[in-house]
């Protein structure tokens, strides 16, 4: 037993020959307008200058039991926060590309790290070792979130250590 075949007819139809060279020109405009601005190195409107709200000198270290230890390289290495195992997926990431690039150049993990809220609602990390920025707002607040909650954590930290003091 055969099944039938659902044949469409399909007609060859032309595309009008103005529709094509129109298209052409579009495109070939704004590949020149694209080479044009950046061989005279045009920019788009500069956003207004962001100033750094709270900046935190982190390091971060893994534990033999998979969690990761936040430390406050400000406040004597003090752990800020822990970062259970198999939790904080997107925080991981980052911190793993940011390490592995470290690797790859050979630079060691004592340096800290540079997490900074700014003016603007932006929050970035920042590898001063290897000149590596991500714009953590930028992958939404989910994810952003651990390093929202690293500024509360150190905030805390700096009350408890300020009170202590003599």
């Known amino acids: 037993m055969s099944l039938p075949h659902a044949h469409a007819a399909v007609h060859a139809q032309p595309i009008p020959k103005a529709i094509l060279v129109s298209a052409g020109l579009l495109i070939g405009f704004s590949l020149l307008i694209a080479t044009a601005a950046r061989l005279m190195h045009w920019q788009a409107t500069p956003l207004p200058a962001a100033r750094a709200v709270t900046v935190l000198h982190l390091n971060f270290r893994d534990r033999s039991d998979g969690a990761v230890e936040v430390r406050d390289a400000d406040h004597g290495d003090a752990v800020v926060q822990v970062l259970a195992p198999g939790t904080n997926g997107f925080a991981r990431g980052v911190l793993r590309g940011l390490a592995r690039q470290r690797y790859r150049e050979s630079i060691g993990a004592m340096s800290p790290f540079t997490l900074t809220r700014w003016s603007d609602g932006r929050l970035t990390l920042v590898d001063p070792q290897t000149d590596r920025h991500v714009s953590l707002e930028v992958f939404g607040p989910t994810n952003a979130a ?4 690293m500024f ?8 408890t250590v300020r009170t202590s003091l003599p």
């Open 146 to 149: 651990p390093f929202v909650a």
């Open 152 to 159: 509360a954590a150190d905030s805390a930290l700096t009350r």
